[in-house]
T-cell receptor, first 118, second 115 residues
């Protein structure tokens, strides 16, 4: 497809279950970001990949969160032993360039995965 | 640390009128970018407009314009001739130069356009 695709769109998990959220970025995009958006809040940065390299994971809230992008395209965000506070929308974004430049580097977002932990 | 502040939780406007959504930011960086995104109920973040910190002219994109006042650290979004389809959440964001372009978002403003 032409845009960023995320699956599943909705996920309900029982507390303690592991979940895996998938992101298919736009083909050829070097940068891939994961953001977490709690209800009523703006998105918050989780982690960043440049191709297959995870260059920043400072936003991951705990060691239960793990992300990978093994071949530099599709990425998976895994949450182990889910807790109620993990309930949020998880947004993936991709952009063409890999480094900061002065000028527009538009990040294209997917529709997100809404995770509800019960 | 970089921070975006959006003080209007909700705004109402009548169709065909103009509306201004407020955004102030805080950063010690000299080089940064300011973005506005629209998030409809379907969930995706739709890019609207961008302003670079070194751009001297205010950015415009169709009905959207960004009122950039660098000394005041404000980047307000102006939507002219509002349409019913403009009803959505609007987020102001700033790119943070950490070697790559990470976005810091505000808490958003919900805009409702009435007929």
């Amino acid at each position: 497809g032409a845009g960023v695709s995320q699956s599943p769109r909705y996920k309900v998990a029982k507390r303690g279950q592991d979940v895996a959220l998938r992101c298919d970025p736009i083909s050829g995009h070097v940068s891939l970001f994961w953001y977490q958006q709690a209800l009523g809040q703006g998105p918050e940065f989780l982690t960043y990949f440049q191709n297959e390299a995870q260059l920043d994971k400072s936003g991951l809230p705990s060691d239960r969160f793990f992300a990978e992008r093994p071949e530099g395209s599709v990425s998976t965000l895994k949450i182990q032993r889910t807790q109620q506070e993990d309930s949020a929308v998880y947004l993936c974004a991709s952009s063409l360039v890999g480094v900061f430049v002065q000028g527009l580097t538009e990040a294209f977002f997917g529709q997100g995965t809404r995770l509800t932990v019960v | 640390a970089q921070k975006i502040t959006q003080t209007q939780p909700g705004m109402f406007v009548q169709e065909k009128e103009a509306v201004t959504l407020d955004c102030t930011y805080d950063t010690s960086d000299q080089s940064y970018g300011l973005f506005w995104y629209k998030q409809p109920s379907s969930g995706e973040m739709i890019f609207l407009i961008y302003q670079g910190s070194y751009d001297e002219q205010n950015a415009t994109e169709g009905r959207y314009s960004l009122n950039f006042q660098k000394a005041r650290k404000s980047a307000n979004l102006v939507i002219s001739a509002s349409q019913l389809g403009d009803s959505a959440m609007y987020f102001c964001a700033m790119s943070v130069n950490t070697g790559f372009q990470k976005l810091v978002f505000g808490t958003g403003t919900r805009l409702l356009v009435s007929p």
